[in-house]
């Protein structure tokens, strides 16, 4: 059950008039009162005179506020909420949605009852699913009402009628989550047949905008190469201080479009907000060896730097400080988006879903310490820049290696914000995991297909070998590894990395215990694509060598017999 309070307004019977009209799209269907502040309040909606019951209903509600001195009533002194029960609930009696109402503008302070001065209040519905509550900010005996905090207040009641009612149970929230669609909203793109709402699109276009932008030039050249309207609004000197956004043919009554500021798409969209961004990325040093300004030569080389990215990001979740770790989530959502807008055909859809999912994650009250992110942000914008990835090949084989790595970062988010008590955020991060989950089995089909078929055709001595550098390496998961399909694929791999002149023994042991991998649905299939970004192996299972001979990677440098260690130095991962 979700409570939404409105900004307070000016006319009760401009709101009435709302709530007992057609609404914007004819949504309203039979509107009628469920309860009121004396359970007397007339009912425009079963009224034979419904002009003069509407204009009773304002009056009666307004009478506390017109009988204060002028200059003491409150200029915006109507209280306005809906609530909503969640999709799937069932539909709730006329008398349920009656008390559901007494205990909201009780738990709101908006009428506390138990003898305490109370508010004039009304409750109207006009759906199944979603009443609307309308009241006057001024108690009986002229006073304010407490109805500080309000919105924590009604969500804490909404949690325990979700419980006595059998509803379903919302995730508590914490202020940090983009403004939902209002019904208006909803209704008016079902009649233009868009999937989303105007909010939701231009959000959607504002965040991959965003994604590794370093400059105000460069986000809104983005944004006009995305071919949204934008509007700008400056300081006498000259300076920015906000914009606004709205799609071409999203038009209001008056043919005009409908702009969106960007603090109203999402909190982190208002551009101070998107300048915390730019200013952490020029001040903060890099925080890889690798120079982060170096352009990738395509999109194979762009993901294997947001893999390595992502992979340093999840340890600094895991053991970094709540700061860090906050940048380094807000800027994980800035990777989704970049892949989302330059994934494959066959992994777009869920790219994009785990982007939508995880944007919710993305926020919370923990600071972001911005600067910590810059590998990340750099990560999306090479993404961005490097150009849409083919299914196939390298590209396709390094889309599969990033959202494995993609999946154990959100995973990482989701433990975190579980920590932290973020329920909204947990639940929305473990979402995004399942769409990455659905987007990683279409990605790597094909290059762990070709992998698996390369093992299988590994001498028996050779097999054997691998065989037993995995039980060297990680004995507590061989047998269950051995048993896995993909098991194929990492002997192919370790193979690979023989070759290449590694240990495999101590690479695969390092891979493996570099995080946990209970959360991997193929611990073989993750621990390929682990050993191929730190050995620097092709990525689309490129003819494998026997070991000893030189490989793409390896040529121009004499390969010998590890000693335990590398025989070269690895990229930071």
């Given at each position: 059950m979700i409570p939404s309070i409105n900004d307070p307004g000016d006319r009760t019977i401009g709101l009435l008039h709302y709530l007992y009209g057609p609404g914007r799209a004819e949504e309203h269907v039979d509107p009628h009162l469920v309860a009121s502040f004396d359970g007397l309040a007339p009912d425009p909606g079963r009224s034979d005179d419904f002009a003069a019951a509407i204009k009773d209903l304002a009056v009666l509600l307004d009478q506390p506020v017109q009988v204060l001195p002028a200059h003491a009533r409150p200029a915006k002194h109507v209280w306005h909420t809906s609530v909503r029960a969640a999709p799937g609930d069932r539909t709730l009696s006329d008398d349920e949605w009656a008390d559901i109402a007494r205990r909201v503008v009780a738990a709101t302070g908006i009428d506390p009852g138990g003898g305490e001065p109370g508010c004039r209040w009304a409750?109207?519905?006009?759906?199944?699913?979603?009443?609307?509550?309308?009241?006057?900010?001024?108690?009986?005996?002229?006073?304010?009402?407490?109805?500080?905090?309000?919105?924590?207040?009604?969500?804490?009641?909404?949690?325990?009628?979700?419980?006595?009612?059998?509803?379903?149970?919302?995730?508590?929230?914490?202020?940090?989550?983009?403004?939902?669609?209002?019904?208006?909203?909803?209704?008016?793109?079902?009649?233009?047949?868009?999937?989303?709402?105007?909010?939701?699109?231009?959000?959607?276009?504002?965040?991959?905008?965003?994604?590794?932008?370093?400059?105000?030039?460069e986000f809104f050249d983005r944004l006009a190469a995305a071919g949204v309207l934008i509007r700008t609004r400056a300081a006498p000197s000259g300076d920015l201080l906000g914009y606004k956004v709205a799609l071409i043919d999203d038009r209001n009554e008056d043919n005009e479009p409908v702009f969106f500021a960007g603090s109203t798409l999402a909190p982190d969209l208002s551009l101070p907000r998107i300048r915390e961004r730019w200013s952490a990325a020029q001040q903060a040093p890099a925080t890889t060896p690798e120079d982060p300004a170096a352009a990738p030569s395509g999109p194979a080389r762009a993901r294997r730097r947001a893999a390595a990215a992502a992979w340093q990001a999840v340890l600094s979740i895991d053991h970094g400080d709540d700061h860090q770790a906050a940048a380094h989530i807000a800027a994980a959502g800035e990777v989704l988006d970049a892949l989302a807008k330059t994934s494959a055909a066959h992994t777009r859809k869920q790219l994009r879903e785990a982007a939508r999912a995880f944007e919710r994650a993305s926020r919370s009250h923990v600071r972001a310490e911005r600067g910590h992110d810059r590998a990340l942000r750099q990560a999306a914008r090479d993404l961005v820049y490097s150009g849409p990835a083919l299914g196939r090949g390298e590209d396709g084989a390094t889309t599969a290696m990033v959202i494995d790595m993609v999946a154990f970062l959100v995973i990482a988010a989701a433990h975190w914000h579980g920590k932290k008590n973020h329920a909204q955020q947990a639940a929305a991060a473990r979402q995004a995991a399942e769409h990455l989950r659905a987007a990683y089995h279409s990605a790597a089909q094909h290059p762990m297909a070709v992998l698996r078929h390369r093992g299988r055709r590994l001498s028996q001595p050779l097999q054997r070998r691998q065989a037993a550098h995995l039980r060297q390496a990680v004995p507590e998961l061989a047998e269950q590894i051995l048993a896995e399909p993909g098991w194929h694929a990492l002997a192919a791999t370790l193979a690979n990395v023989e070759a290449a002149g590694h240990e495999p023994a101590t690479l695969l042991s390092e891979a493996a215990a570099r995080r946990e991998l209970d959360t991997a649905e193929s611990v073989s299939d993750v621990l390929v694509w682990r050993l191929r970004r730190m050995a620097d192996l092709p990525a689309d299972a490129s003819p494998m060598p026997e070991p000893g001979t030189a490989t793409p990677q390896s040529a121009g440098r004499p390969t010998r017999p590890s000693s335990g260690r590398n025989t070269r130095p690895r990229k930071a991962r």
């Amino acid at each position: 059950m979700i409570p939404s309070i409105n900004d307070p307004g000016d006319r009760t019977i401009g709101l009435l008039h709302y709530l007992y009209g057609p609404g914007r799209a004819e949504e309203h269907v039979d509107p009628h009162l469920v309860a009121s502040f004396d359970g007397l309040a007339p009912d425009p909606g079963r009224s034979d005179d419904f002009a003069a019951a509407i204009k009773d209903l304002a009056v009666l509600l307004d009478q506390p506020v017109q009988v204060l001195p002028a200059h003491a009533r409150p200029a915006k002194h109507v209280w306005h909420t809906s609530v909503r029960a969640a999709p799937g609930d069932r539909t709730l009696s006329d008398d349920e949605w009656a008390d559901i109402a007494r205990r909201v503008v009780a738990a709101t302070g908006i009428d506390p009852g138990g003898g305490e001065p109370g508010c004039r209040w009304a409750a109207v519905r006009h759906a199944d699913d979603h009443i609307h509550i309308v009241a006057t900010r001024v108690c009986e005996d002229g006073s304010s009402p407490d109805d500080f905090r309000s919105y924590k207040r009604a969500q804490a009641a909404c949690r325990l009628i979700e419980k006595e009612l059998g509803l379903t149970l919302v995730n508590p929230g914490d202020g940090t989550a983009a403004k939902r669609p209002s019904s208006a909203e909803r209704h008016k793109a079902q009649r233009q047949g868009r999937e989303q709402t105007a909010r939701e699109e231009l959000r959607e276009t504002v965040r991959r905008a965003v994604a590794g932008a370093t400059s105000e030039k460069e986000f809104f050249d983005r944004l006009a190469a995305a071919g949204v309207l934008i509007r700008t609004r400056a300081a006498p000197s000259g300076d920015l201080l906000g914009y606004k956004v709205a799609l071409i043919d999203d038009r209001n009554e008056d043919n005009e479009p409908v702009f969106f500021a960007g603090s109203t798409l999402a909190p982190d969209l208002s551009l101070p907000r998107i300048r915390e961004r730019w200013s952490a990325a020029q001040q903060a040093p890099a925080t890889t060896p690798e120079d982060p300004a170096a352009a990738p030569s395509g999109p194979a080389r762009a993901r294997r730097r947001a893999a390595a990215a992502a992979w340093q990001a999840v340890l600094s979740i895991d053991h970094g400080d709540d700061h860090q770790a906050a940048a380094h989530i807000a800027a994980a959502g800035e990777v989704l988006d970049a892949l989302a807008k330059t994934s494959a055909a066959h992994t777009r859809k869920q790219l994009r879903e785990a982007a939508r999912a995880f944007e919710r994650a993305s926020r919370s009250h923990v600071r972001a310490e911005r600067g910590h992110d810059r590998a990340l942000r750099q990560a999306a914008r090479d993404l961005v820049y490097s150009g849409p990835a083919l299914g196939r090949g390298e590209d396709g084989a390094t889309t599969a290696m990033v959202i494995d790595m993609v999946a154990f970062l959100v995973i990482a988010a989701a433990h975190w914000h579980g920590k932290k008590n973020h329920a909204q955020q947990a639940a929305a991060a473990r979402q995004a995991a399942e769409h990455l989950r659905a987007a990683y089995h279409s990605a790597a089909q094909h290059p762990m297909a070709v992998l698996r078929h390369r093992g299988r055709r590994l001498s028996q001595p050779l097999q054997r070998r691998q065989a037993a550098h995995l039980r060297q390496a990680v004995p507590e998961l061989a047998e269950q590894i051995l048993a896995e399909p993909g098991w194929h694929a990492l002997a192919a791999t370790l193979a690979n990395v023989e070759a290449a002149g590694h240990e495999p023994a101590t690479l695969l042991s390092e891979a493996a215990a570099r995080r946990e991998l209970d959360t991997a649905e193929s611990v073989s299939d993750v621990l390929v694509w682990r050993l191929r970004r730190m050995a620097d192996l092709p990525a689309d299972a490129s003819p494998m060598p026997e070991p000893g001979t030189a490989t793409p990677q390896s040529a121009g440098r004499p390969t010998r017999p590890s000693s335990g260690r590398n025989t070269r130095p690895r990229k930071a991962r």
